[in-house]
C-alpha cells in the first residue's frame, strides 16, 4: 500500500490540457476584482469588448514566438462593461493588461482606436523584474519591460487592473464577429489589427507538465525492498528454530552424543554433572562453575 501510494505520488504533479479552456466565454467570468488568478481558471480563453489607451502600450523583452526571439507589446485595454474604481475622489474604469502582440522589432505600433473586440488566453501575472536594456530613463528604449507585472503596470498607467495577463490571439473591430468555431474556440487563422510579417498574435497555449516524479518512483521500490526483507527476516527466523529443534549441533557448542524425544521430536542430552537429561532449549541457569559440559548457544 505504501509503494502503492508513492507510485501514485509520482504522477500528481503532471497537468493536463483541459478542452474546456479553449472555449470562449466573457472575461467576466474568470477576472475579478482584487482577487488573484486560481489554478483551474489560468490558461483560460475569454472575450471581451472594449478600447485601448492611446500611447499606453510596453514592450516586453525576451519572448519566443515559433522559436524567435522578440517582444510582446503590452497595452491598456478598458472594457465597455469595466468596474468603476472611485481614486482620490475620481471614478475611473478598471483596465485589463493586454499583451496584444509579438513583435520581432522594438518599434510599438499605435492601439487600434475606436471599440473593438478581443479574444485570447488569460495567463497568469508576473513578478516585477528590472529589465536588462533599460538601465535608466536615458535609455535608448524607455519603454521596454523585463515581465508582464500588473503590479508594475499599473502604476505605469495609473490605473486599477485586474491581476492577469489577457495574451490576444483574435482582435477586430466592434462591428466585426470575432472569429470563433462551431465548438466555440478561437480560429486557428484569426488575426489583429494592423497584423504583418513583423506583427503577429501571441497565441498562447495551455501549460502542460507531463514529467514524472522518479524521487517517488525509487520510494515505492524502497517500500518494496522493506516488505521483502521483512519477509526475509521472518523466514529466516522460523527457520533457524526449527534447525535448532530438528539438528541442535549446529547452533549448540557440544559434545557427546544427543538424543531425539520420539513423542516431541526435541533434542535433548545427558548432563553428567546433573546425572540427568535436559532438552536443548531449556538449559538451566547454573554457576558458570559447573556448566563446562552443557551445550552453550552459538
Known amino acids: 500500500m505504501l509503494s502503492m501510494w508513492q507510485l501514485n505520488s509520482s504522477t500528481l504533479g503532471r497537468v493536463n490540457a483541459d478542452p474546456a479552456k479553449d472555449r470562449v466565454r466573457p472575461y467576466t467570468e474568470v ?16 472575450e471581451a469588448e472594449g478600447t485601448y489607451v492611446q500611447g499606453s502600450s510596453y514592450l516586453i523583452e525576451n519572448r519566443l514566438e515559433n522559436g524567435a526571439h522578440g517582444y510582446w507589446i503590452v497595452s491598456e485595454f478598458v472594457p465597455k462593461d469595466a468596474q468603476k474604481v472611485s481614486i482620490d475622489g475620481k471614478q475611473t474604469q478598471r483596465a485589463i493588461a493586454v499583451a496584444r502582440a509579438w513583435s520581432r522589432t522594438t518599434e510599438i505600433p499605435q492601439e487600434p482606436q475606436g471599440t473593438v473586440k478581443i479574444a485570447g488566453r ?13 538601465h535608466d530613463e536615458d535609455a535608448a528604449n524607455p ?16 490605473r486599477p487592473l485586474y491581476s492577469s495577463i489577457l495574451t490576444v490571439a483574435a482582435e477586430v473591430p466592434a462591428s466585426q464577429s470575432l472569429p470563433v468555431t462551431v465548438e466555440k474556440t478561437i480560429d486557428e487563422s484569426s488575426t489583429i489589427i494592423g497584423q504583418n510579417q513583423d506583427l503577429t498574435p501571441v497565441r498562447a497555449a495551455q501549460v502542460e507538465d507531463h514529467d514524472i516524479n522518479w524521487l517517488n518512483i525509487f520510494y515505492s521500490l524502497e517500500w518494496l525492498v522493506f516488505a521483502g526483507f521483512a519477509l526475509y527476516l521472518w523466514w529466516r527466523m522460523l527457520k533457524d528454530s ?15 552424543e544427543y538424543f531425539i524425544d520420539e ?28 556448566t563446562t559440559s552443557r551445550p552453550t548457544a552459538q
Open 31 to 46: 477576472l475579478k476584482a482584487n482577487e488573484p488568478l486560481i489554478q483551474t481558471q489560468v490558461d483560460t480563453v475569454v
Open 122 to 134: 488569460v495567463v497568469s501575472n508576473e513578478p516585477a523584474v528590472a529589465s536588462q536594456s533599460r
Open 143 to 158: 519603454r521596454t519591460l523585463a515581465s508582464t507585472s500588473t503590479a508594475q503596470l499599473t502604476n505605469l498607467w495609473e
Open 242 to 256: 526449527l534447525d535448532k529443534e530438528s539438528d541442535p549441533a549446529q547452533y549448540f557448542e557440544y559434545t557427546g
Open 263 to 290: 513423542e516431541t521430536g526435541r533434542a535433548y542430552y545427558f548432563d553428567p554433572a546433573d546425572q540427568q537429561y535436559y532438552f536443548f532449549d531449556t538449559v538451566p541457569d547454573m554457576p558458570s562453575s559447573t
